[in-house]
């Protein structure tokens, strides 16, 4: 039996900073120390990416903040437009994306974090870029802070960032060695939430229960999003579901609709509890063309949306880009316009195009997301060549038990060549052995050689799926990059 | 007459944390290939266990809140039930908060005493909110060779004489970090703390598991050897990276 952790568990290794540091103390005594922690954490930018040890996405907020505490939270208060943060367990690169290019359209200039930088430090790299030696923002009124923040990092962020809108996407397992239980990071939104100011607008989804019922502590407005399509139902439960009953009575949730793992019209037999009604509802999705389409429903009226993205995910991904955008006080017609320029983000659904073949790279960590992109995948009308890369870095989580709970059985049905490989690739290999894998998959460790041999499987013409965990995608990625057309990531716009 | 193993799979929907699924997954495969059919009965909370309506009861591992829910089932019937299967000599399988539950109570970090099934002389106490968790690669050895697994626990687990350690720890933790033992064993009931899954990984000891729960009813069963290089390549991989990754045992 696992056990609940401190109301606010942080990631091992983590070395965020208590909410209790002076948001901006003593930093204003000394300007001319936030001009040294800016030069800091620009240099050690710089020698990261010469280095090539990363995009230099984390290092120099991490450099920076530990000569000045109070900079972030200097540098958030410059922001015009103010900021928004997204959390949850998936969906937080992508409905980001999406909620900066709905900025974007409104004609605010998004200030976002990048490249799944999640966790204070990559907020604070983000804003240091956008800033003056002096610790001013550039075009600071026109600003607005789109950003993306890890589970339990959210009460720091919070706290320094003090952002007009908080948006919850999902709660599912994800990192058990990493995050202690799903239960302790429900009960760390929970303290945020409790403690945070009245003027907060919180943005919920409706379908899944551990988020809908963040509303009982939520200072102020809330905004629902929710699907209202059942034929986006699933005929049976999946395995990957966490949320099977009622906290308050004990009960078993009910449900008349389930779109993914837990997510979906739920209700409680004995409490009565039930999914909320949602404000920000899609009805009818259709895919059509390599695009999504749905009706969304809103309390400002109708807008249609068109996604050049695929799966139920995504759909969720921008009702709550939408939600967002509402509450945010955008227009309709912009977030309309918004959502249909977005493109993929870093490694979710990304595509390259190496010799002849088309690559599609779609991140798979934990199992509700990767559940999600097995589906998306197997509804697909092609032959299924997978390049499956399995790391147990602690930015993927050293536990791998996790692949267990996903359902590769989705695709191992039907035809196509398994390449796998990643610092755990042989417990991939069991699990697809279990999976009914007909015929044995190959093991390569050498990720540069498993590309290639994934690439020679794949039919000039084909599509080749590579579904990496975190470390594993920026790898992958980096090959793909070199090989066929994209940007490197610290590049992208 | 094809052989049925009749396997009761305990709270399957809420104790299921780390990849459980896939140990049921392993021993109907294991089955399977033996011309032996796995019948699974999961068994919720509320459910009535039928003390000699089976060869094998297994229980998964789960999250804090599930715990006092079980612990009140398994206080009502299930317990004492597990109990008599548990002297009969009836094939058990714990993981994790399964086996913590397998013990006779369960200290939480706030000091209540959970009572559990007593399958097993053993006890377990959570030091405190503040205690660091055990987690990490675990490499232990037991009489079928080393047994491999992550493990993940804030309880540390302490055995009374009535129980025996189903292995030492070469690299991790264990039931507590101090003195070495990982699980336990009574009779033909058995618990670690090794999840990954468990099972697919260990196919020696899931063939010994098989074994035993075969044997109350079929007397000595010879088992089909299988092809486990798929198997051993991963439990090789994963000894690998207890040995690089995690502390030798104290003891």
């Given at each position: 039996?696992?056990?609940?952790?401190?109301?606010?568990?942080?990631?091992?290794?983590?070395?965020?900073?208590?909410?209790?540091?002076?948001?901006?103390?003593?930093?204003?005594?000394?300007?001319?120390?936030?001009?040294?922690?800016?030069?800091?954490?620009?240099?050690?930018?710089?020698?990261?990416?010469?280095?090539?040890?990363?995009?230099?996405?984390?290092?120099?907020?991490?450099?920076?903040?530990?000569?000045?505490?109070?900079?972030?939270?200097?540098?958030?208060?410059?922001?015009?437009?103010?900021?928004?943060?997204?959390?949850?367990?998936?969906?937080?690169?992508?409905?980001?994306?999406?909620?900066?290019?709905?900025?974007?359209?409104?004609?605010?200039?998004?200030?976002?974090?990048?490249?799944?930088?999640?966790?204070?430090?990559?907020?604070?790299?983000?804003?240091?870029?956008?800033?003056?030696?002096?610790?001013?923002?550039?075009?600071?009124?026109?600003?607005?802070?789109?950003?993306?923040?890890?589970?339990?990092?959210?009460?720091?962020?919070?706290?320094?960032?003090?952002?007009?809108?908080?948006?919850?996407?999902?709660?599912?397992?994800?990192?058990?060695?990493?995050?202690?239980?799903?239960?302790?990071?429900?009960?760390?939104?929970?303290?945020?939430?409790?403690?945070?100011?009245?003027?907060?607008?919180?943005?919920?989804?409706?379908?899944?229960?551990?988020?809908?019922?963040?509303?009982?502590?939520?200072?102020g407005q809330v905004t629902y999003y929710g699907l209202d399509d059942p034929s986006a139902g699933l005929a049976c439960a999946e395995h990957a579901a966490d949320a099977r009953w009622c906290p308050s009575c004990g009960s078993d949730y009910g449900y008349s609709l389930l779109f993914y793992g837990h997510v979906g019209h739920w209700s409680c037999p004995g409490c009565g509890r039930r999914r909320p009604e949602p404000q920000v509802r899609a009805l009818g999705i259709t895919e059509e063309g390599?695009?999504?389409?749905?009706?969304?429903?809103?309390?400002?009226?109708?807008?249609?949306?068109?996604?050049?993205?695929?799966?139920?995910?995504?759909?969720?991904?921008?009702?709550?880009?939408?939600?967002?955008?509402?509450?945010?006080?955008?227009?309709?017609?912009?977030?309309?316009?918004?959502?249909?320029?977005?493109?993929?983000?870093?490694?979710?659904?990304?595509?390259?195009?190496?010799?002849?073949?088309?690559?599609?790279?779609?991140?798979?960590?934990?199992?509700?997301?990767?559940?999600?992109?097995?589906?998306?995948?197997?509804?697909?009308?092609?032959?299924?060549?997978?390049?499956?890369?399995?790391?147990?870095?602690?930015?993927?989580?050293?536990?791998?038990?996790?692949?267990?709970?996903?359902?590769?059985?989705?695709?191992?049905?039907?035809?196509?060549?398994?390449?796998?490989?990643?610092?755990?690739?042989?417990?991939?290999?069991?699990?697809?052995?279990?999976?009914?894998?007909?015929?044995?998959?190959?093991?390569?460790?050498?990720?540069?050689?498993?590309?290639?041999?994934?690439?020679?499987?794949?039919?000039?013409?084909?599509?080749?799926?590579?579904?990496?965990?975190?470390?594993?995608?920026?790898?992958?990625?980096?090959?793909?990059?070199?090989?066929?057309?994209?940007?490197?990531?610290?590049?992208?716009? | 007459?094809?052989?049925?193993?009749?396997?009761?799979?305990?709270?399957?929907?809420?104790?299921?944390?780390?990849?459980?699924?896939?140990?049921?997954?392993?021993?109907?495969?294991?089955?399977?290939?033996?011309?032996?059919?796995?019948?699974?009965?999961?068994?919720?909370?509320?459910?009535?266990?039928?003390?000699?309506?089976?060869?094998?009861?297994?229980?998964?591992?789960?999250?804090?809140?599930?715990?006092?829910?079980?612990?009140?089932?398994?206080?009502?019937?299930?317990?004492?039930?597990?109990?008599?299967?548990?002297?009969?000599?009836?094939?058990?399988?714990?993981?994790?908060?399964?086996y913590q539950l397998f013990g006779r109570y369960y200290r939480t970090a706030a000091g209540d005493d959970l009572p559990g099934a007593a399958v097993f002389d053993a006890w377990t106490v959570h030091p405190g909110e503040g205690a660091r968790r055990c987690i990490g690669d675990m490499a232990a050895r037991w009489e079928g060779g080393t047994l491999v697994g992550f493990e993940n626990h804030g309880g540390r687990t302490f055995l009374g004489a009535g129980a025996q350690p189903l292995a030492r720890?070469?690299?991790?933790?264990?039931?507590?970090?101090?003195?070495?033992?990982?699980?336990?064993?009574?009779?033909?009931?058995?618990?670690?703390?090794?999840?990954?899954?468990?099972?697919?990984?260990?196919?020696?000891?899931?063939?010994?598991?098989?074994?035993?729960?075969?044997?109350?009813?079929?007397?000595?069963?010879?088992?089909?050897?299988?092809?486990?290089?798929?198997?051993?390549?991963?439990?090789?991989?994963?000894?690998?990276?207890?040995?690089?990754?995690?502390?030798?045992?104290?003891?």
């Amino acid at each position: 039996m696992t056990n609940r952790l401190p109301a606010q568990v942080r990631p091992t290794g983590s070395s965020e900073r208590p909410p209790s540091q002076p948001r901006t103390g003593p930093a204003l005594l000394s300007p001319l120390r936030r001009s040294a922690a800016l030069l800091a954490g620009r240099a050690a930018g710089v020698a990261s990416r010469t280095l090539r040890r990363g995009g230099g996405t984390a290092l120099p907020g991490l450099v920076a903040e530990a000569l000045d505490p109070g900079l972030a939270a200097g540098l958030a208060s410059q922001l015009g437009g103010g900021c928004l943060i997204v959390t949850g367990t998936n969906g937080k690169t992508t409905t980001a994306r999406m909620i900066a290019g709905i900025a974007a359209t409104a004609g605010l200039e998004p200030l976002p974090n990048r490249s799944g930088s999640n966790l204070m430090r990559g907020v604070t790299t983000a804003l240091m870029a956008e800033a003056s030696l002096g610790g001013r923002l550039r075009n600071g009124s026109r600003r607005l802070g789109v950003f993306e923040v890890d589970e339990t990092t959210l009460p720091y962020a919070v706290e320094a960032l003090q952002p007009r809108v908080l948006l919850f996407t999902n709660l599912f397992r994800d990192q058990l060695d990493r995050y202690g239980e799903v239960d302790s990071v429900a009960a760390c939104w929970r303290g945020t939430l409790e403690s945070a100011d009245r003027s907060l607008a919180v943005v919920l989804n409706a379908d899944d229960p551990s988020v809908a019922t963040l509303a009982d502590v939520a200072p102020g407005q809330v905004t629902y999003y929710g699907l209202d399509d059942p034929s986006a139902g699933l005929a049976c439960a999946e395995h990957a579901a966490d949320a099977r009953w009622c906290p308050s009575c004990g009960s078993d949730y009910g449900y008349s609709l389930l779109f993914y793992g837990h997510v979906g019209h739920w209700s409680c037999p004995g409490c009565g509890r039930r999914r909320p009604e949602p404000q920000v509802r899609a009805l009818g999705i259709t895919e059509e063309g390599g695009r999504t389409l749905a009706s969304v429903e809103t309390p400002a009226g109708r807008l249609s949306m068109s996604l050049a993205l695929s799966g139920v995910y995504n759909v969720y991904n921008a009702l709550a880009a939408a939600a967002a955008g509402l509450a945010l006080g955008l227009s309709l017609e912009t977030i309309e316009r918004g959502l249909s320029t977005v493109t993929a983000a870093f490694g979710r659904q990304e595509s390259f195009e190496v010799d002849g073949r088309r690559v599609l790279v779609l991140l798979g960590k934990n199992p509700a997301g990767l559940n999600q992109v097995l589906r998306t995948i197997a509804t697909a009308e092609t032959e299924k060549h997978m390049f499956v890369l399995l790391d147990d870095d602690i930015a993927d989580g050293r536990d791998v038990s996790w692949i267990w709970d996903a359902d590769f059985e989705l695709l191992t049905g039907q035809p196509g060549a398994w390449v796998l490989s990643g610092t755990r690739a042989e417990d991939l290999a069991l699990r697809l052995k279990y999976a009914g894998l007909e015929k044995p998959a190959a093991v390569e460790h050498d990720v540069e050689a498993a590309l290639e041999r994934a690439l020679r499987q794949t039919p000039v013409g084909g599509l080749l799926h590579v579904v990496p965990t975190y470390t594993a995608m920026l790898q992958v990625r980096e090959l793909l990059a070199r090989r066929g057309r994209r940007a490197h990531y610290w590049e992208e716009p | 007459m094809r052989k049925v193993l009749r396997l009761a799979h305990l709270y399957p929907r809420v104790m299921n944390i780390y990849g459980d699924r896939g140990n049921i997954l392993c021993l109907r495969r294991r089955c399977e290939a033996r011309d032996i059919e796995l019948a699974v009965e999961d068994l919720d909370l509320g459910d009535r266990l039928d003390s000699s309506g089976y060869d094998l009861i297994f229980m998964g591992g789960g999250q804090d809140r599930e715990q006092r829910r079980i612990a009140e089932d398994l206080a009502v019937g299930k317990g004492e039930a597990l109990r008599k299967a548990a002297e009969d000599g009836v094939a058990m399988l714990a993981i994790c908060g399964g086996y913590q539950l397998f013990g006779r109570y369960y200290r939480t970090a706030a000091g209540d005493d959970l009572p559990g099934a007593a399958v097993f002389d053993a006890w377990t106490v959570h030091p405190g909110e503040g205690a660091r968790r055990c987690i990490g690669d675990m490499a232990a050895r037991w009489e079928g060779g080393t047994l491999v697994g992550f493990e993940n626990h804030g309880g540390r687990t302490f055995l009374g004489a009535g129980a025996q350690p189903l292995a030492r720890v070469e690299r991790g933790f264990g039931n507590n970090g101090k003195d070495g033992a990982e699980g336990a064993v009574y009779k033909n009931a058995y618990g670690t703390y090794l999840h990954g899954a468990l099972l697919p990984k260990n196919p020696r000891f899931t063939d010994h598991i098989l074994r035993i729960a075969l044997g109350r009813r079929h007397g000595q069963v010879e088992l089909l050897p299988l092809d486990d290089s798929v198997e051993e390549a991963a439990h090789a991989a994963a000894l690998r990276v207890a040995r690089r990754r995690s502390p030798p045992a104290r003891r």
